[in-house]
């Protein structure tokens, strides 16, 4: 079982940076695709970025390529998100998530078993 803890959430005003950090514990997450998924209340789910096992793959979503980077080290069991250049749109519970294997799309929220309980961004613009 594995348990994640986002932390590094808060208010920010736009074009500035925040840096959210996701630490798992229970086993190694050094083989596990890592994800960030951010949701609104009564919003679908939205991906974010993930990377892979190795950390040689990533993916963002369309609204924060160029501005968010999605980073690991292992020898700590974290994953981090660097947030750049936030906009007000960016407004949103950002959740961390892990899977040992995607079946079929790295944006599926669905694919992932474990989550953390999220950490609070808000942007004033």
């Known amino acids: 079982q594995v348990q994640l803890v986002e932390s590094g959430g808060g208010l920010v005003q736009a074009g500035g940076s925040l840096r959210l950090s996701c630490a798992a514990s229970?086993?190694?997450?050094?083989?596990?695709?890592m994800g960030w998924f951010r949701q609104a209340p009564g919003k679908e789910r939205e991906f974010v970025a993930a990377?892979?096992?190795?950390?040689?793959?990533?993916y963002y979503g369309d609204s924060v390529k160029g501005r968010f980077t999605i980073s690991r080290d292992d020898a700590k069991n974290t994953v981090y998100l660097q947030m750049n250049s936030l906009k007000s749109e960016d407004t949103d519970v950002y959740y961390c998530?892990?899977?040992?294997?995607?079946?079929?799309?790295?944006?599926?929220?669905?694919?992932?078993?474990?989550w953390g309980q999220g950490t609070q961004v808000t942007v004033s613009s």
């Open positions: 990377i892979s096992g190795s950390g040689s793959i990533t």
């Open positions: 229970g086993r190694t997450v050094r083989s596990y695709v």
């Open positions: 998530a892990a899977t040992l294997s995607i079946y079929n799309s790295w944006y599926d929220h669905n694919e992932y078993a474990y």
